[in-house]
């Protein structure tokens, strides 16, 4: 006997599946585990023997049913917990893009305005730049930067929100990370399940993907560290011992996005010993 | 196929993806569709009107709409949920298109869905494309063609593309399967091969 999603078929002829939506989505979740020696389904221009459906029939209901499933799957992958933090995560990306760029625009044409200003030796913050910039008079000018402060701010609830997300989301990576770091590597990976299933070494050099690729092709040094990098323990490292920081760091990582990902709860003991085991890998031998 | 004068276009409902149109007739750009790509270089089969075709990795389904302006029905696999989206968006307008959510690796999860077919066409960015492809052949019906088109790239980023496509050659030839061209689709598309090959006497 083979079964399909309109029914049974033996040599008898077919067993129809009843057609209501629901039952034809239970059965189907119960033929993905059988099957063996399948026999694909072969139109016969008569038509299926118990059923009398037309071909243009046959596509119709077919389709239905496959319209049904595939919103399903979509409806289903997008309330994955991660769905939205990815979004987020990247839409802060973008917002840093958009300051960066328009920053450094106003500052050159602050600079035609002011032949003798130069950043140079004054240590300007960018709140400091912001309000030296602010007292220029071209009114064009002003609301640039009127609007760039708007949108600092609004990069500021993101980031705000990214945090807090991330811990509740992944609430180990976030201890050994935090939360905005751990956000980018998961963005980096695709998805919290797709980190989970990534092997430390691999996590380690997420992010580097330029470094890596030179390395493999052109034999260049490995890269020690990608996003990872950002994180303080990796970058306040000495040089000796970066390299150590960020291969602990990222093995433990992988055990966290598992834990994240498959126990969904936060483990103080485990986060405790990661901490432990990062920090000594930090201290020169 | 139909050409117009030296341009490959299809009959079907225009404004899918924003395609020229050509009276009633859709501009097939080959610099965006490998498929098309294919026909410009004189090598893939004709499409005919009462074919039925299993494409693994439909994405956003422009090409989809395409072949689906060509034959009977179209099986458009797709993974991801965002080109999924727009996907069942075209699919809405061609009542010929068959859009299932599934992994093409593990066919197990939609086989029930299909039947056999007489064209399998395969665009999909794996490594492990050619395996996906040859668990997919058992829909091919006997005679039939399968197009795999080899993303190099996709498949290793330090091995030399041809080292890449004899590799392929062989493990299709494993699978009994009979090649009848290999072709690179330079200058439409970079480091993707393509393959067309059925199955062989048993």
Known sequence: MQSYWFGDVDENGCTPAPPEMSFLVARLESLRTVQERFIPFTWDPAGISGLCWTRAEYIARLRNLCFFLAELGIAQNYEARDAELLQMIRTLDELDDMVNNLTERTVEWYRVKNPDFSRKYLHLSRNRLMKLMKKDEGPAFRQIIEELERIWAVREAVTAEISSRAETVMPNCSALLGGLVASRLVSSAGGLGVLARLPGSSIQVLGSRTALYSHIRGGTPPPKHGIIFQHRRVHNATKATRGRVARVLAAKLAIAARIDYYRQERDAAFIAEAQSAIDSAGDLR | ?202
């Open chain 2, 1 to 202: 196929m139909i050409w117009i004068g030296k341009t490959l276009v299809s009959h079907g409902e225009g404004g899918v993806y924003g395609e020229k149109l050509l009276g009633e007739y859709r501009i097939w750009d080959p610099h965006r569709s490998k498929f098309a790509a294919l026909y410009y270089l004189g090598s893939a089969p004709e499409l005919a009107h009462d074919m039925r075709v299993l494409y693994l990795g439909a994405a956003n389904g422009t090409t989809v709409s395409h072949v689906a302006d060509y034959v009977e029905c179209v099986y458009a696999i797709e993974m991801a949920p965002r080109p999924m989206q727009d996907l069942l968006a075209v699919a809405r307008r061609r009542d010929n298109i068959i859009p299932i959510m599934a992994d093409a690796r593990r066919v197990e999860s939609f086989a029930f869905l299909l039947e056999t077919v007489d064209l399998i066409y395969q665009d999909i960015a794996q490594p492990d494309q050619v395996a996906i492809a040859i668990r997919n052949s058992v829909f091919l019906r006997s005679g039939g063609v399968m197009i795999i088109v080899l993303k190099t790239r996709s498949i290793s980023v330090a091995e030399d593309p041809r080292v890449i496509l004899r590799r392929a050659e062989g493990e299709l030839a494993d699978a009994g399967f009979c090649i009848s061209r290999s072709v690179w689709l330079d200058p439409y598309h970079q480091d993707h091969a393509v393959l067309i090959c059925s199955r062989g006497p048993e």
